[in-house]
């Protein structure tokens, strides 16, 4: 199992930008496919980007293309989401995981605990 924890949340001003961190410890980070999903209040958690092990590959939902970027630190064991053009529906929690793609869907298997992103005039 690895053990997740997020940080870098916080309010931001629409057009704003907020870099998410989420470091790891635990099972062998640099092996796995890791992601994004957020959960607005009284909504369902929804994925919103995941990277390959290397880094080589990455995969947004439609609606953060272009404004957001997943990368990774392996030395560090560390993964980030950069969020630009911050929107007010952008507004969440968002977690960190350990993910598999089933189906076309991305699963998370271990999660963190989140960090509230608020995008508010």
């Known amino acids: 199992q690895v053990q997740l924890v997020e940080s870098g949340g916080g309010l931001v001003q629409p057009g704003g930008s907020l870099r998410l961190s989420c470091a790891t410890s635990?099972?062998?980070?640099?092996?796995?496919?890791m992601g994004w999903f957020r959960q607005a209040p009284g909504k369902e958690r929804l994925f919103v980007a995941a990277?390959?092990?290397?880094?080589?590959?990455?995969y947004y939902t439609d609606s953060v293309k272009g404004r957001f970027t997943i990368s990774r630190d392996n030395d560090k064991n560390t993964l980030y989401l950069q969020m630009n053009s911050l929107k007010p529906e952008d507004t969440a929690v968002y977690y960190c995981?350990?993910?598999?793609?089933?189906?076309?869907?991305?699963?998370?298997?271990?999660w963190g605990q989140g960090t509230q992103v608020t995008v508010s005039p």
């Open positions: 635990g099972r062998t980070f640099s092996s796995h496919t």
């Open positions: 995981a350990s993910v598999h793609s089933y189906g076309g869907t991305w699963l998370g298997d271990d």
């Open positions: 990277i390959i092990w290397n880094g080589g590959k990455t």
